[in-house]
């Protein structure tokens, strides 16, 4: 159902690769709410992913970028206001990457190499991209910048590997230049908390599959789906939640705050008989 929530709203959304992603979802659910926006990835996730489908569905522009290059952010940031005819709205950071995660390196094991390369395209990116829109006054009051986390920053998950300190950098990030951001242009900076969801992002975890499994368990809601949290980035996209700023917000279906369930020690006692 559709309630015109980002009529005449103009954005950027990085990060849909196919449509399973987060962005994805997002960008659908943003076009159905009457918003207008470019969609953004890095050139080789352009050549491999379906994001031209998703482009033509939601008539929206693809200006690729390397979010860990500030020269390919400015200009993506001078082209979209530039193609959307004004100063942006909302801006959508769906993009994470570790490459010690990828080639299955463990945490007390790490190629460093590859940590900076993960922190540079996972959480640097963040300041990067919020860098550029400050210094070129690219967002409206009451705009809304949002990035997607992960719980790891919090606590610990064994196999989320250095992706857990990347989710606390962008956190942080969220924090410290949403501060400056809301004083200067009344603009708000966010973090979603999502939980586990099956995307290309998500399955490169080790043993995601009993991971989502014991969150939904944990959860008294149920872990969220992409869908929802597309539902939810809408929702601080909107004027509905114009004092909301340097939150960081679980979308967890309650994970969160849950120190065990009956689903969990359920399950725990029919595997001890
Ligand atoms: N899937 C989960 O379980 C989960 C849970 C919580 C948070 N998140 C976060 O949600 C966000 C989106 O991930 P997803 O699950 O939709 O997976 P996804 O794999 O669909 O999306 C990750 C995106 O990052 C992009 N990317 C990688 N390197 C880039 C670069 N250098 N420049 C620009 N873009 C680049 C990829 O091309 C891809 O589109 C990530 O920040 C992820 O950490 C995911």
């Not at 929206?60 to 001078?78: R, S, Y």
């Not at 007390?108 to 991209?129: I, R």
């Not at 043993?207 to 008294?220: L, Q, R, T, V």
């Not at 809408?234 to 004092?243: A, E, G, I, W, Y």
């Amino acid at each position: 159902m559709s309630y015109n929530l980002l009529k005449g709203k103009k954005g950027i959304i990085f990060g849909a690769l196919d449509e399973k992603s987060i962005a994805w979802k997002t960008a659908e659910r943003v076009h159905e709410e009457g918003g207008e926006f470019v969609l953004s990835n890095a050139p080789i996730a352009l050549r491999m992913g379906s994001i031209k489908e998703l482009a033509k569905n939601t008539n929206a522009e693809i200006i690729p970028a390397d979010a860990t290059k500030m020269e390919d952010i400015n200009k993506l940031v001078d082209q979209s206001t530039e193609k959307l005819g004004g100063k942006l709205d909302f801006v959508l950071h769906s993009i994470g990457m570790s490459v010690n995660v990828r080639k299955g390196k463990h945490y007390t094991d790490q190629n460093h190499d590859w940590t900076q390369k993960g922190f540079d395209v996972s959480a640097l990116s963040f300041h990067k991209v919020m860098q550029s829109l400050y210094q070129k006054e690219a967002m409206n009051e009451w705009g809304s910048i949002v990035a997607l986390s992960y719980m790891a920053a919090q606590r610990v998950f064994p196999d989320y590997n250095d992706m857990a300190d990347n989710k606390a950098y962008l956190e942080s990030v969220g924090r410290s230049f949403g501060y400056f951001f809301g004083e200067k242009f009344k603009v708000r900076v966010n973090t979603i908390s999502q939980s586990p969801t099956p995307t290309t992002a998500g399955q490169g975890v080790k043993g995601f599959n009993e991971f989502i499994d014991y969150a939904d368990k944990m959860s008294p809601l149920g872990n969220a789906t992409a869908g929802e949290c597309a539902d939810y980035t809408v929702s601080l996209f909107s004027d509905l939640t114009k004092k909301v700023t340097l939150q960081n917000l679980f979308h967890d279906g309650g994970f969160s705050n849950v120190g065990v369930s009956n689903a969990l020690m359920e399950f725990l006692k029919e595997k001890k008989l």
